[in-house]
């Protein structure tokens, strides 16, 4: 079975702090995404990346940047955190054509 | 602009029922197709995927695809409350080098006891 493992699953940190969600898999899978979920929006891609040191911007990257060091671990940083980064973070992997594969998310509140 | 439309819902269906859920999507060179299952607080699991026309059977899962109508459904069989969750479309879909996974913002299914 695939395992996307995150960080944390609850997470609260103050406005302006620089925050960090790590997210790893063990499949070897090319591609790691982050995406963000609220009430109503549905999941958002923040960004993704489909090799090692490889990042692009997804739907909504503003105020987000990433990190891939290695190829099973894709982090996700909040520079500056602000209420409206309040939400629920999933990560997921895959490999090129196949399906992606969530982790448990990270519900994030910026206070 | 790839598009993934589902009814939002709440569908609301009996015990032992057959629950139907419709997905259609706006990318003709769309080529496969997933159906996620989402419980409230969770994240979302993968229960079905469809790369070809016509049915696919898992279980009490029969997943359905129209390429020529750009249509893919998700019914449920004997439907139970456990099966009361958010159900999300998933559209994966070649672009340049890369492919792009597109979601639908979901279904929402109550089964009632």
């Known amino acids: 079975d695939v395992k996307v493992t995150q960080s944390s699953r609850y997470l609260v940190k103050r406005t302006g702090e620089k925050v960090f969600l790590e997210c790893v898999q063990d499949m070897d899978h090319e591609n790691m995404f982050w995406y963000r979920q609220d009430p109503g929006l549905g999941l958002r891609l923040i960004y993704f990346?489909?090799?090692?040191?490889?990042?692009e911007k997804g739907d909504i990257p503003e105020g987000y940047s990433v990190s891939r060091e290695k190829k099973e671990r894709f982090s996700l940083i909040l520079e500056s955190a602000s209420t409206n980064q309040t939400s629920m973070y999933l990560c997921a992997s895959s490999r090129l054509t196949e399906p992606q594969h969530f982790g448990d998310g990270t519900r994030l509140s910026i206070l | 602009q790839k598009e993934v439309e589902q009814n939002s819902g709440p569908l609301s269906v009996p015990e032992g029922a057959i629950a139907s859920l419709n997905c259609t999507y706006s990318d003709r060179g769309s080529q496969s197709f997933f159906w996620y299952r989402q419980y409230s607080g969770k994240s979302p699991e993968l229960i079905m995927s469809?790369?070809?026309?016509g049915d696919k059977e898992d279980g009490r899962f029969t997943a359905q695809l129209n390429k020529a109508s750009q249509y893919v459904s998700l019914l449920i069989r004997d439907s139970q409350p456990s099966d009361s969750a958010t159900y999300l479309c998933?559209?994966?879909?070649?672009?340049?080098?890369?492919?792009?996974?597109?979601f639908g913002k979901g279904t929402l299914l109550t089964v009632n006891p």
């Open positions: 998933a559209v994966n879909t070649p672009g340049g080098s890369n492919y792009k996974l597109t």
């Open positions: 469809i790369y070809s026309n």
């Open positions: 990346s489909y090799d090692v040191k490889m990042k």
